[in-house]
């Protein structure tokens, strides 16, 4: 689904790389963690592959087409769901109203349909006045809950998470690994965990260690 | 079950964006509001003094009167009586009357609406007592035409009304009527109050003229009206006590001054209807006339100094609006600068999101149109207060200015039409009238509110478009995620 060719990013000078000639390949249905030392440039991958930075060299393709020529405006609304450690919900909307402006914002099929997020928020638990709430009223954890939920009703194929339990307890960490590992078994999407939990990496399909401006398979997923 | 809310149901998109920010921020939304509001009020009370002003203005061009003045050429005369000297015999200074004929070839030109004849003479009281002021030494020597004077002041006018101490309120008539155009050849007569009281006589009642020239013939007139006189005597030696003035129709004025003075008139006032047009009335009434026995003398300085003062007034309320438009653009730039600015990571949210940019900027130029409306709204309320007291402050200035100008800055009016007053009192009276016509009123109109509706759209599109800046060069990556 998402393919890296001769990828490679820098801040300031090309020789003080974060990585180069990057290939990679990730597949529908299959659950990836991205792992490795502080400044290893986990965050950064996580950005490149959801279209929120442009690398400074190589390609990366979704089905075959580059994300640039794309737009990676347009690849971030179409193809892309991106969770955040810190939420990034509107903390002013409740957690339906996130809901059905990201369902806007993205043109999903199912978009203006409340009922349709109403479920979505109802099977990862929260409750109707939960929904109705505004997010900041809301704890760490269903704040996550209802950004996993805005990551489903957006019908992206590819959902990247950069440290999306780092804020979470022990219960809460394993509610959020089930849903993504639902999301990738049963909605067939691209899961991209950017983690520094090895529990949360080991129950993943596929490893991806990034560590002294190298990027390498710890455990490849199987095809 | 879930209720829904009727917000939920509806298509989200940009607008409905803004309008849950403005609701769901309430106090951010109520300090827009009331920049906004203080912006919007300034504006239009801007608008709404020059409206006022170009009004006052138009209304000054329709009302207040221009006038165009024949009568002898005095300069023409004293170089006359000047050479005549020279040749050995008495100076003689001649009066050549102007001939109604000729007035009547000039109230025949464009844009004269009508024309008052005045016809200045004096006679001795009869049968009733002159009021003395101290200092009369009987007569008041050297104000009428004739050399010889009475006690008595005869002014021979067209009407009262086209009198200049009537038009300029200085006299009003009190009892009875005043003259009009069918008494101009009746003996009827209108009599000051004092001079009424001293004698006991009131409308209906008689007087006897003795004329003091001609024929010294005595007339008998039949009192029609009362006037009362605002103006006293200043005391000056040789000058009658204004009560003294009779008014009476101009043919019987000039029967007393003498047989050849019939048909003719001391001067004609020509009122001009257009007082633009002032100029080009004067210009084509100096081919009729013979300039070297008369003159015509304009006189538009009320509409000059109406339009003088207006033209300041317009030009003050333009800087206003201008000045607060500007200002306002600044302000509620910085605002929004600063709004987008404390919202980057909103926006950071909806560009992840894949939120196209100008969307973006459609949310935040939807929230400043809403509070805009808002504000144009309580402007609209609260306008017409703070433009009325602007306006008044301006014109108090501007008033102050004009009467002073009036008052020290220009010579007294024409000798000959000098009746009550002197001519520096003239000029005052006059500078006080226009003084009261640039009065402002200040309306709210469907019109004003457009242009600042327009003015307002303007200024936070070039707020919007200013901060947007920020919002194209923002990367969603640098505010999510480092």
């Not at chain 2, 023409?76 to 008495?90: D, E, I, V």
């Not at chain 2, 030696?237 to 129709?249: F, H, K, L, Q, R």
């Amino acid at each position: 689904m998402l393919t890296t060719k001769g990828l490679g990013y820098w801040y300031a000078n090309p020789e003080d790389y974060l990585f180069k000639d990057v290939n990679l390949h990730f597949d529908a249905g299959v659950m990836t963690a991205i792992v490795g030392q502080s400044g290893a440039g986990k965050t950064t991958m996580l950005s490149l592959l959801a279209g929120l930075d442009k690398p400074r060299a190589g390609t990366i393709a979704f089905r075959d087409e580059d994300i640039a020529k794309l737009g990676l405006t347009n690849f971030r609304r179409h193809h892309v769901s991106t969770i955040f450690q810190a939420y990034n919900l509107f903390t002013y909307m409740s957690a339906r109203q996130n809901l059905l402006t990201a369902m806007a914002i993205t043109q999903s099929a199912h978009r203006g349909d409340a009922d349709y997020a109403n479920q979505m928020l109802g099977k990862l638990g929260l409750t109707a006045a939960q929904m109705r709430q505004t997010v900041a009223r809301l704890s760490g954890g269903q704040q996550q809950r209802v950004a996993i939920a805005r990551s489903m009703v957006c019908d992206a194929e590819l959902v990247v998470a950069d440290e999306p339990t780092g804020n979470l307890d022990e219960a809460n960490t394993q509610a959020v690994v089930d849903l993504f590992r639902q999301l990738a078994q049963d909605l067939g999407k691209a899961v991209i965990i950017v983690t520094h939990e090895e529990a949360v990496a080991a129950q993943c399909d596929a490893v991806l260690r990034l560590a002294s401006r190298t990027v390498s398979w710890e455990r490849q997923p199987s095809r | 079950m879930v209720n829904l809310l009727w917000m939920d149901v509806i298509h989200v998109n940009f607008i409905k964006r803004a309008g849950l920010t403005l609701v769901a921020k309430k106090g951010r939304t109520a300090l827009l509001v009331l920049v906004t509001t203080a912006i919007m009020l300034f504006v239009l009370a801007g608008l709404l003094i020059r409206n006022a002003a170009n009004t006052a203005t138009a209304t000054a061009k329709a009302n207040v009167g221009a006038t165009l003045t024949l009568s002898q050429n005095r300069a023409a005369a004293f170089k006359t009586m000047r050479s005549s000297s020279q040749s050995g015999s008495k100076p003689t200074l001649t009066q050549t009357p102007v001939k109604l004929s000729l007035a009547k070839q000039i109230a025949r030109i464009q844009h004269v609406a009508s024309y008052a004849v005045t016809v200045t003479t004096s006679a001795n009281a009869s049968g009733f007592d002159a009021i003395t002021t101290r200092g009369t030494t009987g007569g008041f020597g050297g104000r009428g035409p004739a050399t010889t004077s009475g006690d008595i002041t005869i002014s021979g006018v067209t009407s009262t009304a086209s009198a200049t101490a009537f038009n300029q309120k200085t006299a009003s008539i009190t009892q009875g009527r005043g003259l009009t155009k069918a008494d101009a050849n009746s003996h009827n007569v209108v009599i000051e109050s004092e001079l009424a009281k001293q004698n006991s006589l009131s409308v209906g009642d008689t007087i006897k003229l003795k004329a003091t020239t001609g024929s010294k013939a005595t007339t008998t007139l039949t009192i029609v009206g009362i006037y009362k006189a605002k103006s006293t005597s200043t005391g000056m030696p040789g000058e009658s006590d204004p009560a003294n003035t009779v008014y009476t129709g101009y043919g019987l004025a000039n029967q007393v001054k003498g047989s050849k003075y019939v048909n003719t008139a001391d001067n004609v006032t020509f009122t001009v209807s257009a007082p633009s047009q002032v100029a080009a009335v004067k210009k084509a009434a100096k081919q009729l006339i013979n300039t070297s026995k008369y003159s015509i003398t304009s006189d538009d300085q009320n509409y000059q100094l109406v339009k003088s003062s207006m033209a300041t007034v317009s030009g003050f309320a333009n800087k206003i609006v201008w000045l607060v438009a500007i200002a306002g653009t600044i302000i509620l730039a910085l605002i929004v600068i600063l709004m987008i600015r404390e919202r980057r990571h909103e926006i950071g949210v909806l560009l992840a999101l894949g939120e196209a940019r100008w969307k973006i900027i459609g949310q935040f130029l939807t929230e400043l149109f809403v509070v805009l409306l808002v504000g144009i709204g309580l402007a609209a309320a609260g306008g017409k207060v703070v433009g009325d007291q602007l306006a008044q402050q301006v014109v108090a200035t501007q008033t102050t200015q004009s009467a002073t100008t009036g008052q020290f800055g220009r010579p007294g009016g024409p000798s000959g039409q000098g009746k009550q007053l002197p001519g520096g009192g003239q000029q005052t009276a006059k500078t006080n009238q226009a003084a009261k016509q640039t009065k402002l009123a200040t309306h709210v109109t469907v019109q004003a509110l457009a242009l600042l509706f327009a003015l307002g759209l303007g200024i936070i599109l070039v707020a919007i478009l200013i901060a947007a800046a920020g919002i194209l060069r923002l990367q969603p990556k640098n505010v999510l995620i480092e």
